[in-house]
């Protein structure tokens, strides 16, 4: 009986420093993990199945020593069974304080993303702003030309004008007055081209500072409400 009993005791034993060792070594996991939030619940979820497996073994130990026929067995089995407890406690206050650990460096490692975020936001609001501020002296330009090719029109319509009141020939004139119709058709329709090219140019500039809000919202939501 005897003989019987000794093979559960150093089964019970075996796993009983199996699990110790597990648990030393999920612990020291949980201490070295990088995040994400996700990644701890998953270790905490193991070693807590083992301190649950852990248990059950010390509390198997713990029925077996009660039911020692001798004295002294059953009393060196009862101080084993304490020390297993007493290294059970001191496991799970290493657990709770790598946990703590390692939730101090993840929120220390989202802040600093964060901070790194901010930084890249204002460098591409710099980059959005210098952008914007090229389209609006292009734009600009563009309107200068305008105006000059609408003075030119201008200019040119007064010289039809003169010519078509002056004393030469009918003939000369005529030929006169349609070239010079042609460069005002040719002034308007590069008005109106450089028109179409500051509308163009605005758009494109509201598309920029549209991209550069949205930018902002998602980073912002993935940085501040990473649940949603």
Not at 87 to 102: E, F
Not at 110 to 139: F, M, P, V, Y
Not at 147 to 169: F, I, K, P, Y
Not at 172 to 200: D, H, P, V
């Amino acid at each position: 009986a005897a003989a019987a009993a000794a093979v559960p005791l150093r089964v019970c034993h075996q796993e009983i420093v199996k699990f110790d060792l597990e648990i030393k070594a999920a612990v020291q996991d949980i201490r070295d993990c990088p995040g994400p939030l996700s990644a701890l619940t998953e270790l905490n979820a193991a070693v807590k199945e083992k301190f649950r497996h852990l248990r059950d073994r010390i509390q198997e130990l713990e029925q077996m020593a009660k039911e020692q026929d001798k004295e002294s067995e059953k009393q060196a089995l009862l101080r084993e069974v304490e020390n297993h407890k007493k290294q059970m406690l001191s496991n799970q206050a290493a657990w709770r304080k790598a946990n703590l650990a390692c939730k101090i460096a993840i929120d220390n490692s989202e802040k600093d993303q964060l901070l790194q975020g901010r930084d890249s936001l204002r460098q591409r609001k710099t980059t959005k702003e210098s952008l914007a501020e090229s389209a609006s002296n292009i734009t600009e330009s563009l309107m200068g030309i305008s105006r000059m090719m609408s003075q030119q029109v201008q200019q040119s319509e007064e010289t039809v004008q003169t010519l078509a009141n002056s004393s030469r020939t009918i003939l000369e004139a005529n030929e006169e007055f349609k070239s010079m119709s042609g460069t005002i058709q040719l002034g308007r329709k590069l008005i109106t081209k450089y028109n179409r090219r500051e509308l163009t140019d605005k758009l494109l500039i509201f598309l920029a500072l549209a991209l550069f809000l949205a930018t902002v919202l998602y980073i912002l939501k993935k940085r501040l409400f990473p649940f949603l």
